[in-house]
């Protein structure tokens, strides 16, 4: 059996071990655009504050290919797939004949059309080249313009404050990082914010750049706002990179790559898994959990991806959140607890709809956060737990004698 | 692989599983130093539910497929495919915490240790041989043994 595994992320890494755990005797080959072995993602970030060292950036160790039996080609891209003849087609030329392929391609980030916005005036936030070019640039006394506040931005942020770089932040909603935290988080998290220096502007958004003198940028913003800085990152999303499989027959594109229950795309010995995949939030843990399993169903198993809710973690500059699945909902319609303590910035939120725990958001205080998120993911009446539910001793003992008895033997 | 079981209803909430886990996880090997001076209280692996007269010592259950290493940003959490022990590789950790949210007993808990982030979790006391936790129960509330899938 031939596995080629198109991308060296996360998802690619996982589905070698995903595949190994069925076969031991196919030859797996893993084309990577990128000119890295594959590291985690969120980890530039670190890399850039210098909290992490070159040596310490791969997901995996280097043995770790050689154990598998699996090949890399670095720096090389797939630009056409014929499915009739199970071939992909590199940019050097080269075909890779396939039994299987996994398209694990990830996304790239999206930079909206900007009046004066040029390949060379703004920087992305997504790989490990990214921050290697504003390592150079991000020096102290310098200031940055940060294109949106969700968890890129505010991660870059981080990673140029801790470098002395002057950091503002425009968003265009009306609040930090939107999709998680409800306005009353987000109006804690902004205060922080503002506490370490950096400025924020919402419901706002860039409306032009234009290169002076010197090199520094002159911003202006959509409200007519006008600012000054010598670096722009742009940081307001992914979108997936679905190209090899566009037009083809069989294969259903609607932003991401449209997958069945088994991360089959349609086409014969073809899976998906990771940012690509249509409907999938582009997160790591969910990545690792699709490669797997994309790699155990290449291998000959059965195994169903159940889709998982969203969760995050996130922290900067000393300031710890975990969201998940719809930890920023308000209104009428939710049950909504709360403990908030302004002063040490406390907030922990469960957001619970007929019956069940459908959303949670913690800052600064972590406690058992993956116990809310099994019951979450678990659909538990919560109703009998309302009472414990943010106690600070809840824990599994909190819980009906039936369910911790059975935890406590898993 | 051998687990650690808890019996809770041996279990005297004297909270000695969490001394002994400090201790065994420290450079010292000793209480005294342990806590006076490498200021490691307050790191156990093991979490102590109490809702009197019941106890518990909850831990890491070592998942067939951990959901804390399938979140792991850095790649510091790995389930060892010999052993089946999921340990965090600390020099490794940068403590964003996804394990913290993915735990599906809530077994992992944010630490810090020396200024670096240490996500406390059981490994099993996989450097030593024998859980501590376990060598230290004074009532057998701790088991560490080989059972069937759901037994």
Redesign the interface.
């Known amino acids: 059996m031939k596995y080629v595994l198109i991308g060296n992320s996360v998802a690619a890494v996982?589905a070698v071990a995903g595949i190994r755990e069925y076969d031991n005797e196919g030859s797996i080959t893993i084309v990577a655009a990128e000119n890295h072995y594959a590291y985690?993602?969120?980890?530039i970030s670190?890399w850039l504050e210098g909290?992490?060292p070159n040596a310490?950036m791969?997901?995996?160790p280097q043995e770790f290919y050689a154990q598998n039996n699996a090949s890399v080609l670095l720096g090389r891209r797939a630009i056409k797939l014929d499915p009739v003849a199970r071939e992909v087609s590199l940019d050097d030329g080269t075909g890779l004949p396939y039994d299987r392929l996994l398209v694990a391609t990830g996304g790239r980030p999206f930079v909206p059309p900007i009046k004066g916005l040029t390949p060379d005036n703004y920087f992305t936030f997504v790989n490990y080249d990214d921050v290697r070019r504003l390592e150079a640039v991000a020096t102290p006394g310098r200031e940055a313009v940060i294109l949106g506040a969700g968890p890129t931005g505010l991660k870059a942020m981080e990673s140029l404050v801790q470098r002395g770089v002057q950091v503002t932040l425009a968003e265009l909603a009306d609040r930090i990082w939107a999709p998680a935290l409800d306005p009353e988080a987000a109006a804690l998290v902004a205060g922080f914010l503002q506490d370490q220096g950096v400025k924020l502007y919402l419901n706002d958004t860039l409306a032009s750049v234009r290169g002076m003198a010197g090199g520094r940028l002159e911003l202006q913003l959509q409200s007519g706002r006008e600012m000054t800085a010598d670096i722009l990152v742009i940081a307001i999303g992914v979108r997936p990179n679905v190209e090899l499989l566009e037009g083809l027959p069989g294969v259903t594109i609607n932003r991401g790559i449209m997958v069945g229950p088994d991360l089959s795309t349609g086409l014969p010995g073809v899976y998906a898994a990771g940012d690509v995949v249509a409907g999938n939030p582009p997160l790591?843990?969910h990545a690792?959990?699709q490669g797997?399993i994309a790699g155990r169903n290449m291998a000959g198993a059965s195994e169903t991806y159940q889709p998982l809710s969203p969760?995050?973690?996130?922290?900067f500059l000393g300031l710890?959140i975990?969201s998940?699945g719809n930890s920023a909902a308000t209104g009428d319609e939710y049950d909504i607890l709360k403990e908030i303590d302004p002063v040490t910035r406390i907030y922990r939120k469960l957001v619970i709809k007929d019956k069940h725990l459908v959303g949670a958001l913690f800052l600064n205080k972590?406690?058992?956060?993956?116990?809310?998120?099994?019951l979450l993911?678990e659909g538990t009446d919560v109703t009998p737990l309302q009472d414990e539910l943010l106690q600070p001793?809840f824990?599994?003992?909190?819980l009906p004698e039936e369910v911790?008895q059975q935890?406590?033997?898993? | 692989m051998k687990k650690v079981?808890?019996r809770?209803l041996w279990c005297m909430n004297c909270h000695l599983c969490e001394v002994n886990c400090i201790v065994a996880h420290s450079r010292s090997r000793d209480l005294f130093r342990a806590y006076k001076r490498e200021n490691l209280r307050g790191t156990a692996r093991v979490?102590v539910?109490?809702?009197l007269p019941?106890?518990?010592a909850?831990q890491c259950?070592h998942?067939d497929?951990p959901?804390c290493?399938?979140?792991?940003?850095?790649?510091a959490m790995v389930k060892d495919p010999a052993t089946g022990i999921v340990y965090c590789q600390e020099?490794?950790c940068?403590?964003?915490?996804?394990c913290?949210?993915?735990?599906?007993?809530?077994?992992?808990?944010?630490g810090e240790k020396n200024g670096r982030p240490l996500p406390l979790k059981c490994d099993l006391c996989r450097e030593t041989g024998e859980p501590a936790c376990v060598a230290g129960c004074p009532n057998r509330a701790l088991v560490w043994e080989e059972?069937r899938a759901?037994?």
């Open positions: 996982n985690g993602r969120p980890l670190y909290r992490v310490a791969p997901y995996r790591l843990p690792a959990i797997k969760y995050n973690a996130l922290g710890h975990i998940m972590l406690d058992r956060a993956g116990l809310y998120r099994r993911e001793h824990g599994l003992l909190s911790w935890w406590l033997v898993e | 079981y808890a809770p979490i539910e109490e809702r019941l106890s518990v909850v259950r998942c497929d959901a290493v399938a979140g792991c940003i850095s790649g020099d490794k940068v403590g964003c915490w996804t913290v949210a993915a735990c599906p007993y809530g077994a992992i808990q944010p059972r759901g037994a």
